[in-house]
């Protein structure tokens, strides 16, 4: 691989990652963000999500199961996430607060 090639490849990789390390930041922030997919690690700390979507799903990361799912791209909902869960989102307008 040609030092161009390489670091053509480098720039790419960087790109991918700096725009993926943006999505949710809104949602964190407690702005209404849409977003196609993501799951986002399990925090030490409860907090509330808002969404409305095709799928949101907040589950503990260390049991089978979810231990909340949501798909009604119509109606917003919200719902407590406990300290430790992850949540999981496929094509949603999310916020958390």
């Not at 909340?68 to 607060?97: C, L, M, Q």
């Amino acid at each position: 691989m040609s030092n161009e090639v390489r670091a053509s490849t480098l720039f790419d990789i960087h790109k991918l990652t700096r725009s993926y390390t943006q999505i949710g930041n809104k949602a964190l922030k407690g702005e209404a963000e849409f977003i196609s997919g993501i799951i986002f690690d399990a925090v030490d700390f409860p907090r509330t999500i808002t969404c409305k979507g095709t799928l949101i799903q907040v589950y503990d990361p260390r049991v089978d199961g979810n231990y909340w799912e949501y798909e009604n791209e119509a109606k917003e909902d919200s719902h407590d996430v406990p300290a430790g869960y992850k949540v999981r989102v496929v094509s949603a307008t999310i916020k958390f607060t």
